[in-house]
């Protein structure tokens, strides 16, 4: 969900506008308003990542094929197993890679205590089957035993979004059917300061508790699903 899109109707202010009752362009149209609700919404935004920081509590998989996760690529050389993860990346969805014929295949995350002997635990060069996170880098098991031109592929979650009062393209970062929760926390504060006794208030706080509860089942679940159980230490992939 786009900040604001006065053309389509369907923007983060332009729910908040529905959901607050001030109206087409009564947030948009209006420069106090839309200063107010850009802080408001800055502050949601906060919270949500504070949900999902809480929820996760490591590195996150998913193949639930989300069309809104920022993807990066890079080169896959030979013999190497370390690369750089893209720099504005804050949990990892999920990573692929692509094989000396062409085809495009998932790795499995993996943990170091997983690893009973990391020199030993698939030393040989060949098709990558696992991945690691270590800091910023993406270790894999084992390295390629080929070049790959654009052949690693990480799905990744964006770090915390700042929106500013001329966004139009902005979007907040996170897995898009959980961006209304911005404009129903936003619309929320909003009517507890300026309409306190509104009939909407129990509603939304109704809606954004749901909102929030999904949010936490969505990013805790992804990688504690998908752990792979590795077994002898000397185990390699030819």
């Known amino acids: 969900m786009k900040y604001s899109d006065i053309e389509n109707l369907n923007g983060i202010i332009q729910e908040e506008e529905r959901l607050t009752g001030l109206g087409y362009a009564g947030i948009s149209g209006s420069t106090n308003n839309l200063k107010e609700f850009t802080s408001l919404n800055n502050i949601e935004s906060s919270k949500v990542w504070h949900t999902i920081h809480s929820a996760t509590g490591n590195w996150q998989y998913d193949d639930s094929n989300q069309d809104d996760l920022p993807i990066a690529t890079t080169n896959v050389n030979d013999s190497q197993n370390t690369y750089a993860l893209p720099s504005e990346s ?62 690693l592929k990480v799905f990744y979650d964006r770090a915390e979004v700042s929106f500013v009062t001329t966004d139009t393209t902005g979007t907040p970062g996170f897995a898009s059917p959980y961006h209304s929760i911005i404009a129903v926390g936003g619309a929320l504060a909003w009517l507890k300061t300026k309409a306190p006794t509104s009939p909407k208030i129990p509603i939304l706080i109704n809606d ?4 929030e509860i999904q949010i936490k089942q969505f990013y805790s679940a992804r990688f504690k699903d998908k752990k792979p159980r590795v077994g002898r230490a000397y185990s390699n992939y030819k």
């Open 208 to 211: 954004y508790k749901l909102l």
């Open 90 to 151: 804050l949990t990892i969805q999920r990573i692929e890679i692509k094989d000396n014929a062409g085809n495009w295949y998932k790795l499995e995350p993996i943990e170091l205590q997983q690893i009973q002997s990391e020199g030993e635990f698939y030393d040989v060069d060949g098709h990558p089957v696992y991945y690691r996170t270590i800091g910023k880098t993406i270790e894999l098991y084992p390295a390629s035993n080929y070049d790959s031109t654009n052949g």
